[in-house]
C-alpha cells in the first residue's frame, strides 16, 4: 500500500484529525511517515508597521518554538503507535508549497493533510492551503475534515 507518507500540520485542532488518521494510516500500511510544519515567511506575515514592532529575529524563535512543539508531540504520538516518525520544520514557505515540495524531495507516496471547509468569501480572503496541495501535487491526497 503506502511505504512513506507525508502528514502536514500547523498544530490545530483540525489538523491534529490529519495527524491521527495518518498516522492510523502508517500503522496499518507499515509505511514510515514525516510530519511537516510549514511556516511563512516574515514579510507575509508582518507587512508595513507591524514588522517594525514585531523584528525578524523574534519572529524565527517564536515559530522555531512553535514548531518544535508541534512535532514533538507528533513524535510522542507516533511513538506510542510503534510508528517510524521523522519531523521537519520548514521555514520560509507558503505552507502548499513546502508540503508538496517536501513530499516530493522524500518521495513520499501521500499527502494526508486537514481542510478547514471554508467557502465563499471566507475561502477567497483566508484561501486554502488543501486545494492548492490537490491542485499542484503529483503525488495522492488524503485530506481529512
Known amino acids: 500500500m503506502f511505504k512513506h507518507i507525508l502528514i502536514g500540520t ?16 502508517a500503522k496499518c500500511s ?3 511517515v514525516t510530519v511537516i510544519n ?25 515559530v522555531a518554538a512553535n514548531a518544535a512543539q ?3 508531540a507528533v513524535e510522542t504520538q507516533a511513538k506510542a503507535l510503534d510508528v ?15 508540503i508538496v515540495e517536501t513530499a516530493t524531495q522524500r518521495g513520499c507516496d501521500l ?3 486537514s481542510s478547514h471547509g471554508r467557502r465563499g468569501l471566507m475561502r477567497f480572503l483566508l484561501g486554502s492551503q488543501a486545494i492548492k496541495v ?12
Open 111 to 113: 499527502i494526508v493533510m
Open 70 to 72: 508541534i512535532l514533538s
Open 10 to 25: 500547523d498544530g490545530s485542532e483540525l489538523a491534529q484529525k490529519a495527524v491521527t488518521e495518518g498516522l492510523e494510516l
Open 38 to 62: 510549514v511556516t511563512e515567511p516574515w514579510v507575509a506575515v508582518a507587512p508595513g508597521e507591524i514588522a517594525m514592532a514585531f523584528p525578524i529575529k523574534e519572529y524565527d524563535e517564536s
Open 30 to 32: 507499515g509505511a514510515k
Open 134 to 145: 490537490l491542485t499542484h501535487s503529483a503525488i495522492p491526497v488524503l485530506v481529512c475534515r
Open 84 to 98: 517510524a516518525c521523522t519531523t521537519l520544520h520548514v521555514k520560509d514557505q507558503f505552507p502548499a508549497e513546502g
